[in-house]
């Protein structure tokens, strides 16, 4: 039965395309160089889309566990102003007096940790030895404070700050470089120069902070780090506080500030010595590193996207004068303008869609090396490949249109004259 008037039967129709399919795949690979720069041009331009998409997933993804391991109920306080910290001025700002304040008197606080750090420090252990690792000297409940597991052992005890105990816990690097995988439980290595005995062992964390690998840490009593390296006992780097009811945090963050103000004698227009860190700031922080990565790479994939959309649409605009003849002896035999037109349509996507590929392949190898460097971290999800598909077919599209109109356009008679 013949198909109803003012309609296409589905069966030619689905010919048309086929024909028109085939010979768009033939015309790419008959003009391999048109085709080879159309291909890289987008395909930059999709490595670069490609980069974006999962660095800002990665970003999300780490903010997400940086957040629940920094902990919603707690706080972290620095010596010194971070944000208007003066040349010279003290860092070492807080005092026995505010640990001891704190936990007589804040509301809410139910753990206070206070923490000093050696950096660059030596161990070894029989013929093992690790250089640079840093020594944090803290009170008891260290892992507790920063909702840290241990693996296998116990946490720092009050007697062993009291005693100042030539004892410690184990990060998972040191552990690993100097015990193997043999439990370090009761073994002994050195510290620099003097021998301490293993305690405990902290889980594998696999986070990065200050730039360093933050499993590449012991930890011992303040006491037994401020004796071994003649440090101050009486002021500390930073304390670790815990509280009550994390829903009240911001309360309990403005408390900790107006007490501290207050034991440090600060009038009402000086600026705080000291720095408080909450899971809210770190987020903070976060959001705003992500936004920046997200319109530095938006702009950069953007600009090469464009790059490869102009390329594609010279290269076919030179394409359709090349091929003048081919477009006239078509219409001469009954191709249509739109036959045409859906013809350079195809040959465009295609082209692109390739790029896509490309692109996509090369924007995750990139990642994958920036994520090995420990410059970005990246996370690969499908809707990478369907949006970097869809925007490289979606460039081929917008900036063919014009070529292949170009070529629907063509007079036969002229066309096959050459004067296209």
Sequence with gaps: MPAPSGHTAPGPLLRQLGRLWGMALAAVWAYKVRSFFVILGVGFGVASLTLIVTAVDGAERKAVEIVEWFGPDAALVFGGNFKKQAVGARTNTLTQDD??????????????????????????????????????????????????????????????????????????????????????????????????????????????????????RIIMPITTLTARFNMDRHTFRAMRIKFLEPARMVAHTENLRSFLRMTHKLSPGQDDDFSIITADEVLKFLSAFKGGLVAFLGVTAASAMTVGGFVLANLFSISVSERSREIGLKKAVGATSQAILTQFLLEAAVLTAVGGLVGLGLGLGLGQLLTRLGMLQILFSWKVFFLSLASAVGIGVVFGLKPARQAAGLDPIAALRGEG
């Design 99 to 216: 640990i001891r304040g704190i936990r007589q008197s804040l509301p809410g606080a139910y753990l206070v940790v206070p923490m000093r750090a050696k950096s660059d420090v030596p161990l070894r252990h029989l013929d093992a030895s690790v250089q640079g690792t840093t020594v944090i000297g803290a009170t008891e409940g260290y892992a507790s404070a920063w909702n840290w597991p241990l693996v296998e052992g116990r946490d720092l005890s009050e007697e062993d700050v009291r005693l100042g105990a030539r004892v410690a816990i184990l990060g998972d690097k040191p552990a690993r470089e100097l015990f193997g995988d043999a439990s370090p439980i009761g073994r002994t290595f050195l510290v620099d120069k003097f021998q301490v005995q293993v305690i405990g062992r902290l889980k594998y964390r696999g986070a990065s902070g200050g730039g360093g690998d933050i499993d590449d």
